[in-house]
């Protein structure tokens, strides 16, 4: 049997506040005597955390739309969509210039010549502000027409001239934003299926498309997507300082020209946030601080306010981002008291906070707590993040997640649990391919430290352990273990 649908529901969970309060608006200004049987369905399937259809029939009950569930959903996506559309066309200056080029083209239909010219006049300035470059062929078309009815007005051959010239500049326009819209959707492509990009001919080919120059008249768009992909591409090639100067260039771009930011505010924060991480990368913490400051700070500006869920991105990207800073500068200590108001905002935020956030989050505080000696909390938060059962889509923080759940219960005195433990994780880590040199060393030694006959064998184990380890620490290819965790450190502790 087919599963019921779940499109609406899924709109409604993306539409903003102002968007819902709009929506009500107009649903109840459209309702005579018994209320609107759309907003009542409206409210029940909001009402609900995850979509249950059963359990949305009971709710609505004896009303009359839940014998036609199926249609009424239909129908108020469409009144969903018609809602959106008239909201939208009131916010965005996008929205406007496309109404108002309906609206000119009908005023030329009924002979209204002269309103139409100034109308014309008006959208030409706006699209050429904003470079809608896109609109611009269906603007000029119009002016076309305006100008073949006016011909007798003295409208001649220096104003067809003007046109065509006009006409040939935007669609150079829209042609260099539809290269370089393509690059950076190749890239981002290779990015998401996270392809190898170490092929010899893959690097020749884009090195092709992404080093040749933007030509002077390149319009701010294609700016945009040209450094978008380069700093993809350089992320993916770990040249982070090259990645880090294209995303500062291209924040710099969008605060020198605010319009963009207002018409693509998402895109804006997803650059700060790519920004951000490059600075995490290249351990410029107090530029990355700033910019932390900045990135809480954009829910005050208005135009940030039309994002849905704008709190849940900030809280998920400065969490992760402040503990990885506290953890990669050893600040443990300090990171204790602002565990409660992470541990807080994920309880408040529950499974609205992306599923990769959250279990970087629950690795990220037990590492702090590991750190700072509190084992037992440490343990509250690895079982939280490896009793999580879609291991596959962040393998390695389960990976290394394992290996610090081992660590934390031989610091434990959980001897008799974890020889059971350490077969388990080097069968389930086998099964994900070759281990690591870190990981054979560290399973081989643990094993032999809860069997140690006296304190002074333990002692040998560990300093032989220190020894191997900082040996393996210098090995590039050992490089991602340590990322996680630094075992070196740990074991000159015990020194």
Avoid at 11 to 33: D, S, V, W
Avoid at 174 to 200: C, F, I, M, P, T
Wanted: hydrophobic share 40%.
């Amino acid at each position: 049997m087919k599963p019921p649908s779940q499109e609406v529901y899924q709109l409604i969970r993306a539409m903003t506040p102002a968007e819902k309060r709009f929506f009500r608006r107009q649903a109840e200004r459209h309702t005579l005597g018994e209320a609107n049987q759309y907003l009542v369905l409206f409210d029940a399937i909001e009402a609900q955390d995850n979509y249950d259809e059963e359990a949305l029939r009971q709710t609505l009950g004896a009303n009359g739309i839940a014998g036609y569930l199926a249609v009424g959903k239909r129908y108020l996506m469409e009144q969903l969509l018609d809602s959106l559309h008239l909201f939208h066309r009131v916010t965005s200056t996008e929205e406007q210039l496309k109404r108002d080029l309906h609206a000119t083209g009908i005023l030329l239909e009924k002979g209204l010549i002269a309103e139409a010219g100034r109308r014309l006049v008006r959208m030409k300035q706006t699209a050429h502000y904003y470079q809608f470059h896109y609109l611009l062929p269906e603007l000029l078309t119009l002016e076309r027409t305006w100008m073949e009815r006016t011909f007798y007005h003295n409208k001649g051959e220096a104003a067809l001239q003007t046109w065509r010239q006009e006409w040939e500049t935007a669609l150079q326009a829209l042609s260099d934003e539809g290269y370089q819209a393509w690059v950076g959707s190749r890239v981002a492509r290779l990015h998401y299926q996270k392809v190898a990009v170490n092929d010899d001919t893959l690097q020749e080919e884009f090195r092709t498309l992404l080093i040749p120059h933007l030509p002077p008249q390149a319009s701010l768009r294609a700016q945009l997507d040209r450094l978008k992909a380069q700093s993809t591409w350089y992320f993916m090639n770990g040249r982070f300082e090259d990645a880090y100067q294209c995303n500062q260039q291209l924040l710099a771009l969008m605060e020198a020209h605010p319009f963009l930011i207002e018409l693509n505010p998402k895109r804006y924060l997803v650059t700060l946030n790519n920004f951000l991480i490059d600075n995490h990368q290249l351990k410029k913490y107090e530029v990355l601080e700033e910019g932390l400051v900045k990135l809480k700070s954009l829910p005050q500006r208005r135009e940030f306010k039309r994002l849905p869920q704008l709190d849940i991105k900030i809280f998920e990207l400065s969490a992760v981002l402040e503990l990885n800073i506290r953890v990669f500068r050893r600040q443990f200590t300090a990171a204790l008291p602002e565990l409660p108001a992470i541990q807080a905002g994920l309880e408040n935020h529950g499974e609205k906070v992306a599923f990769h956030y959250r279990l970087t989050l629950f690795y990220l505080m037990a590492y702090v707590y590991f750190s700072t000696g509190k084992y037992n909390e440490a343990l509250t938060w690895l079982n939280r993040l490896l009793q999580q059962p879609r291991r596959n889509v962040v393998e390695e923080l389960f990976r290394f997640g394992n290996l610090l759940n081992l660590l934390t219960h031989y610091e434990l005195g959980n001897y008799d649990l974890l020889e059971s433990l350490i077969q388990a994780v080097r069968r389930q880590h086998g099964q994900m391919g070759k281990l690591f040199h870190t990981e054979v060393i560290l399973l081989a030694h643990l094993r032999k430290l809860i069997n140690a006959a006296d304190s002074r064998r333990q002692k040998d184990l560990m300093q032989s352990l220190l020894a191997q380890m900082k040996q393996a620490r210098l090995q590039p290819s050992e490089q991602r273990v340590f990322n996680y965790f630094d075992y070196v450190e740990w074991l000159e502790g015990k020194f």
